[in-house]
């Protein structure tokens, strides 16, 4: 009886007197603030994405939706997943294909895909047979899928690997910038983030290939609005195009300018900052993403 109680009762009688601890923790669920901090959208999504478009993807278990910026549901894409809304139009996933469709949720080309992405630049990446290649508006092929891999075009240019090495193509297909990159990103600000082979450390090059920025940090991200972050994994500063690092305090995380402030996380908390480095929303988020349509998605605190 005593072994019993030890092995058995005692096991039971600790995880009972944790139950109410655990069940008190509810999941945090995301909603929307707008650039005072106040909150606009009640946090009651599972998911929630940018505002484009004045609309925005949220997701409630395995279903997608589409909100305005009141919160209110505008669209139902019968989808598991939904794309951002592009040029009118958003990809979004039913059953196990991709299609696209309009803002009154009307399929708009005929065509559906293995996948689909965003309409940039009045061209969209699609992935037919394992294979990426690039449509119109209309749903005509302009660049057949034939790439392993590749990235949306932005500002007109889009990256594409061949072999094992990267180099980018305009909205022809021709290429532009041979391929002869490790690794390669989408343009922002008339740079991109690339890594030359061989190399282990990213540099920025223009629309010619030619490396106009290597920043001697350990990793680095795209420029967002004349800013970059640059660091290692819990330290994060910000420089400008010269290099120089012009936000100077660190962060543990942190997410790209957009509409002229950043969420950055410190000591466990998210909020927002200027480009002066002020916080303009003190930390106070368990997490949150950038700025869009003059609205960021939030994580709250978990409240017991």
Known sequence: MRAFFHKTLLPMLLLISMAPEVLAEKPAKYGYVDKSGKMIIKAEWDQARLFREDKAVVQKGDHAFFIDKSGKTVLDPHARIAEDFHEGKTAVMQGNEWLY??????????????????????????????????????????????????????????????????????????????????????????????????????????????????????DVTDFSEGLARVGKENHWQFIDKTGKVVIAQTFSDAQDFSEGLAAVSKNGKWGFIDKAGKWVIQPQFKWADKFSGGLAAVQPSAAK
Not at 126 to 138: A, C, N, S, V
Not at 147 to 173: D, P, R, V
């Open 101 to 218: 469709l309009d803002k009154d949720g009307k399929q708009v080309l005929p065509k559906k895909y293995q996948r689909a992405f965003d309409f940039n630049d009045g061209v969209a990446m699609i992935r037919e047979k394992e294979k990426f290649g690039f449509i119109d508006p209309k749903g005509t092929v302009l660049i057949k899928p034939q790439y392993h891999s590749a990235g949306g075009f932005s500002e007109g240019l889009a990256c594409f690997m061949q072999g094992e090495l990267w180099g980018y193509i305009n909205t022809k297909g021709e290429v532009v910038i041979k391929p002869e990159l490790s690794d390669a990103g989408i343009f922002h600000d008339g740079l991109a983030r690339v890594m030359k082979k061989g190399s282990d450390k990213y540099v920025f090059i223009d629309k010619k290939g030619k490396v106009v920025l290597s920043p001697k940090f350990e």
